[in-house]
T-cell receptor, first 114, second 114 residues
Framework: GDSVTQMEGPVTLSEEAFLTINCTYT??????LFWYVQYPGEGLQLLLK?????DKGSNKGFEATYRKETTSFHLEKGSVQVSDSAVYFC?????????????FGTGTRLQVTL | EAGVAQSPRYKIIEKRQSVAFWCNPI?????LYWYQQILGQGPKLLIQ????????DSQLPKDRFSAERLKGVDSTLKIQPAKLEDSAVYLC????????????FGEGSRLTVL
């Protein structure tokens, strides 16, 4: 079945450091890929997405590129802020008719310090 | 636009007791999902509704879990009887269309089974 593997956390960085959170996936077809973020005390929210190979999703300074050849969708940000501290989830969605469920990774906690 | 509403936010029960969670999706969203998020893991889909019909309940433990979505709007998830391993956050999400990929999540209902 479909699965998503994320790097283990927590990740602790100083403000303005470069961030990479690795994500790889296994899927039978051509899934859409997502990064969701969960800030403390809040619900999951979509950060960015890519629907086909070589697409780049971007939002709030975060980027991720859909790499079919390496089955990866790594999240990057050039300069993190304290406000980026959250749990980040990589996910995929295989569209099969009317069903479109998200399969999530285990999440990576990011803590950014001053 | 109001977000996905869930209640209660927190619930503590003894094993073998029953519990019910309620979800009100974003107005106009046809698809509703219930996810279970155990501490340290990514969310796992329990059931997906399209309007008031079930699309996918393959991972719902049907001997103890049940869910309904009357009139294609609100939904209730029930657990009876609860087990210790049911301790988790129960997330409700909705989307405008199945296959759209972007899900909007509520803040979740945290269940502790003692």
């Amino acid at each position: 079945g479909d699965s998503v593997t994320q790097m283990e956390g927590p990740v602790t960085l100083s403000e303005e450091a470069f961030l990479t959170i690795n994500c790889t996936y296994t899927a039978t077809g051509y899934p859409s890929l997502f990064w969701y973020v969960q800030y403390p005390g809040e619900g999951l929210q979509l950060l960015l997405k890519a629907t086909k190979a070589d697409d780049k999703g971007s939002n709030k300074g975060f980027e991720a590129t859909y790499r079919k050849e390496t089955t990866s969708f790594h999240l990057e940000k050039g300069s993190v802020q304290v406000s980026d501290s959250a749990v980040y989830f990589c996910a995929l969605s295989e569209n099969t008719g009317t069903a479109s469920k998200l399969t999530f990774g285990t999440g990576t906690r990011l803590q950014v310090t001053l | 636009e109001a977000g996905v509403a869930q209640s209660p936010r927190y619930k503590i029960i003894e094993k073998r007791q029953s519990v019910a969670f309620w979800c009100n999706p974003i107005s106009g969203h046809a698809t509703l999902y219930w996810y279970q998020q155990i501490l340290g893991q990514g969310p796992k889909l329990l059931i997906q509704f399209q309007n008031n019909g079930v699309v996918d309940d393959s991972q719902l433990p049907k001997d103890r879990f049940s869910a309904e979505r009357l009139k294609g709007v609100d939904s209730t998830l029930k657990i009876q009887p609860a087990k210790l391993e049911d301790s988790a956050v129960y997330l409700c999400a909705s989307s405008r269309l199945a296959g759209a990929g972007e899900l909007f999540f509520g803040e979740g209902s945290r269940l502790t089974v003692l």
